[in-house]
């Protein structure tokens, strides 16, 4: 049974009118239980809208969306989302903004001092996995922003979610920082075997990450195409001078293009 199933998924934001554009229409998508795939796009192609409706922050128009077999109603702790702007609490220490969703569910169910004690155990590996055990007690503002998002990481895998969906999350970081970050999250991965849906407009950053790179177009947002990525399981940076690497992400590159009417080379330039 796969992990995620979309079907013929259509979106319209508002009032359906003749004439309204739907944010999603006919896509069909499935994923499977501890796969990584990459929905990349022009802006507007609705990769954040299908996320969101991924992790039910969004209600859908028609068509029918299932995590492990039943239809998706709203958020679970199944599914933990990943934003480009690190959301931990200021107020809090590293260790205790991961912490924090397990204090609220410890808090409401009453727990006991050994599940305590567990959590506390998954934080501490958690942070290991992060590399900032040594960094517990420093506040955000105390951190760079790759190590923020590393923090919002840990955070969301916490509750040993089932996937990860992950919205453009290094968007905001330095080329180098988000390099790092890359090889952290194929890590991570492989140790936690979590389901990854993840959004970039970084068609490099697709490649790299995905199992497969899911394309998408806007104005109805669709998709295109879907490619696997024809790269060992075990990535490395080296990889992306591979012939095969830079083949698909010629051939990506050149749909995104004719997607927002821009065909060539000489179009970005005018
Ligand atoms: N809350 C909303 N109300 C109305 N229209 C919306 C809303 N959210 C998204 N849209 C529209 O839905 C379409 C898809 O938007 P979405 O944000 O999913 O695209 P995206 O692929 O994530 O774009 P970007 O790469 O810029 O983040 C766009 O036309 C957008 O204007
Ligand atoms: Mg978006």
């Not at 969004?58 to 959301?87: K, W």
């Not at 109805?220 to 024809?230: A, E, K, L, N, Q």
Request: proline share 5%.
């Amino acid at each position: 049974m796969s992990k995620v199933h979309v079907e013929n998924l259509s979106k319209y934001f508002g009032a359906v009118s003749p004439n309204s554009v739907p944010a999603l229409q006919g896509v069909n998508l499935s994923v499977e239980d501890g796969e990584f795939v990459t929905l990349v796009g022009a802006s507007g192609c609705g990769k954040s809208t299908l996320l969101r409706i991924l992790a039910g922050l969004e209600t859908h128009t028609t068509g029918a969306v299932q995590c492990n077999g039943l239809p998706i109603a709203g958020p679970g702790a199944d599914r933990a989302m990943v934003f480009q702007h690190y959301s931990l609490y200021p107020w809090l220490t590293v260790m205790q903004n991961i912490k924090f969703s397990r204090r609220l569910k410890v808090k409401r169910e009453n727990l006991t001092s050994s599940d305590v004690e567990a959590a506390s155990g998954r934080a501490d590996a958690l942070l290991d996995l992060i590399g900032l055990t040594k960094v517990a007690d420093a506040y955000p503002n105390q951190l760079s922003g790759g190590m923020q998002q590393r923090v919002a990481i840990a955070r969301a895998l916490m509750g040993k979610p089932d996937m990860l969906l992950m919205d453009e999350p290094f968007g905001a970081l330095d080329a180098q920082t988000r390099e790092v970050m890359h090889d952290l999250i194929l890590h991570i991965h492989r140790i936690e075997k979590t389901t990854i849906v993840f959004v970039t407009h970084d068609v490099d950053e697709a490649i790299y990450l995905g199992q497969r790179v899911v394309l998408m177009q806007p104005r109805p947002g669709r998709i295109h195409s879907i490619y696997p990525v024809p790269l060992p399981g075990a990535r490395n940076q080296e990889m992306k001078h591979a012939t095969e690497f830079r083949a698909l992400k010629a051939e990506i590159l050149a749909r995104i293009r004719e997607s927002t009417g821009l065909a060539t080379d000489q179009d970005l330039l005018d």
